[in-house]
Structure formats: structure tokens, C-alpha cells
């Protein structure tokens, strides 16, 4: 099975994830890239309220077709219980071209389910979730619930 794994990741916690399912699966791996700055205190501000308005952003050139693969995972972190602004752009950017899709959510604590039901709403539902904390990535305390989501 061809596999595809995109990503956005602010502070590298979902960016640890994504590389161990893309290791895991050997998936092809696509970083989205805003060409809107999140960094800093500025762009946290931004990022809460770009996600709270749906709003979708423009995004460096991507590598990968995901109409190309039979299971594409996605994953983001959560942004006041939304996904982050670049992942849900790359959603529906490419609004039906996703065959299977499982969901790989981080978040500091919570805003895990509106932040599925908007990517769901976004793409297709997908075949299973996997919502971590940001200590759980951190401490690599996710390998039973990682071998679950995998299955
Ligand atoms: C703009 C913004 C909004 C956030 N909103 C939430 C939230 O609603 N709930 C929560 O538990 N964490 C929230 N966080 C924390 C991140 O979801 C968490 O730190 C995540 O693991 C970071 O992943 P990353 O390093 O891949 O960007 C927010 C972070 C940012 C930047």
C-alpha cells in the first residue's frame, strides 16, 4: 500500500510523530510550509485566530499528489480547538483527492475533538485518530497507542 504522510508542526512535537509513521509505514513525508509567519508571539496570536475564522493560507509548492497514494495521514497540532491553519488549507486545497485517510492530532492538553470534526468536515472521515499530548510526544510515551493507530 502506498502511503503518504503531511504534516504541519510549529514546535516540532508533530514533526516527531509524522516522522515515526512515515519511518513505520515508509511513507513518502510532506512538511507544509506556510507563507504565512506563525512564529514568535505574533504569529501564536495569529495562528489562534486564523484558525478560529477557518480561514485557509497560502502554502509553499508541495511534492506530493496525495490523489497519487491509498492512505494519506495527516497531522497537525491543534490551534484553539481547531487544526492548525496550514494543515486544514491543505485539506481543502485538495478537497477530493483523498481515497483513505487516518488522523494524527497533538495538543497541550485539549480541543482534540473539534479539531477531528473540522478535518473530517475537511477532507473524509478518517479510518482511525490518534490524539497525543505534547508531554506524551515529548516523554515518547506513545508506542501502544502509535502500534493501535498502525494497525
Ligand atoms: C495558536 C495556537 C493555539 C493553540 N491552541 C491549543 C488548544 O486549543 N488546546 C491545546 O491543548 N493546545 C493548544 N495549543 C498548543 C499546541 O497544540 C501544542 O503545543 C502542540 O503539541 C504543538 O505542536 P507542534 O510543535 O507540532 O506545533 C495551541 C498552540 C498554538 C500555537
Known amino acids: 500500500m502506498k502511503s503518504l504522510v503531511v504534516y504541519y508542526s510549529r514546535t516540532n ?18 512538511e507544509l510550509i506556510p507563507k504565512v509567519n506563525y512564529n514568535g508571539k505574533i504569529g501564536y496570536a495569529r495562528g489562534g485566530k486564523d484558525a478560529i475564522s477557518s480561514k485557509v493560507i497560502d502554502l509553499e509548492d508541495l511534492k506530493y499528489d496525495p ?24 485539506l481543502k486545497i485538495n478537497e477530493g483527492k483523498f481515497k483513505n485517510v487516518k488522523f494524527f492530532i497533538t495538543a497541550g492538553s485539549s480541543g ?10 475537511a477532507s473524509i472521515k478518517p479510518q482511525k485518530v490518534l490524539n497525543l499530548t505534547t508531554k506524551e510526544v515529548k516523554k515518547d510515551l506513545f508506542e501502544d497507542k502509535l502500534a493501535s493507530f498502525l494497525e
Open 67 to 90: 490523489a497519487d497514494y491509498d492512505m494519506v495521514y495527516l497531522g497537525c497540532p491543534v490551534w484553539a480547538s481547531r487544526p492548525a491553519t496550514p494543515l486544514y488549507s491543505y
Open 112 to 121: 482534540f475533538e473539534g479539531t477531528e470534526k473540522h478535518m473530517q468536515e
Open 13 to 30: 512535537i508533530t514533526k516527531k510523530l509524522a516522522e515515526t509513521i512515515a519511518g513505520k509505514t515508509d511513507a513518502d513525508i510532506e
